[in-house]
């Protein structure tokens, strides 16, 4: 049962412009997410997070947009940067129910120069 | 270099063999969680421990898997009797526990059953 879901597998931008990644989630208990970028042979690392008492998170180029109603939150990256093509997972938590973290299967972004 | 640590970063077991992965902790992170990523899948989370606490094993199949994490020395998750389908990359996670609920991940061991 895939509680995250991220529909696209991948994605293809250019450079200087926005790339907007997805993710839907089906467990209305999720209180809290967090997006991970993952290149080759690394472990994740932690981009950004957002707590569903916001709509909106910025941080430098990227920002986190949570939709509660439509359980949907996005991640905006702008402008993109070659650098920026990797693996974009999105997690969920239930921050009063434990720690487990529940992934997206994943978007590859590539950012063409 | 005070992030996540894993050994090895790639480990051969032949079926049958047992295989054994360890993750150090970021230094002052006191929660490990284990996850497994089969190819073309997400993450999905095994194991939640804290120091000589099994807090979450939800995620844990209940054969031939176990995981520690003694006071003192790495977090251990242990693959028994190790078979195909286990050949995946298995990260660890730490956190503080307390404040954000951000997990800091390692880079990984893939673990390749023949």
């Known amino acids: 049962d895939q509680q995250v879901k991220q529909n696209s597998p991948s994605l293809s931008v250019q450079e200087g412009r926005i790339s907007i990644l997805n993710c839907d989630y089906t467990?209305?208990?999720?209180?809290?997410f967090l997006w991970y970028k993952k290149y080759p042979a690394e472990g994740p690392t932690f981009l950004i997070s957002?707590?569903?008492?916001?709509d909106k998170n910025e941080d430098g180029r990227f920002t986190v947009f949570l939709n509660k109603s439509a359980k949907h939150l996005s991640l905006h990256i702008v402008p993109s940067q070659p650098g920026d093509s990797a693996v974009y997972f999105c997690?969920?938590?239930?921050?009063?129910?434990?720690?487990?973290?529940?992934f997206g299967t994943g978007t590859s972004l590539t950012v063409i120069p | 270099n005070a992030g996540v640590m894993q050994n090895p970063r790639h480990l051969v077991r032949r079926r049958g063999q047992e295989a054994r992965l360890r993750c150090s902790p970021m230094?002052?992170?006191?929660?490990v969680y284990w996850y497994r990523q089969l190819p073309e899948e997400g993450l999905k989370f095994m194991v939640y421990?804290?120091?000589?606490?099994?807090?979450?094993e939800s995620g844990m199949p209940k054969e031939r898997f176990s995981a520690e994490f003694p006071k003192e020395g790495p977090s251990i998750l242990r693959i028994q009797q190790v078979v195909r389908g286990d050949s995946a990359a298995y990260f660890c996670?730490?956190?503080?526990?307390?404040?954000?609920?951000?997990?800091?991940f390692g880079p990984g061991t893939r673990l390749t059953v023949t």
């Open positions: 467990n209305s208990m999720f209180d809290y």
């Open positions: 957002i707590s569903s008492i916001k």
């Open positions: 230094k002052g992170h006191s929660h």
């Open positions: 997690a969920a938590i239930t921050t009063w129910a434990g720690n487990q973290f529940y």
């Open positions: 421990l804290q120091k000589e606490n099994i807090i979450d």
């Open positions: 996670a730490s956190s503080a526990g307390t404040g954000g609920y951000e997990q800091y």
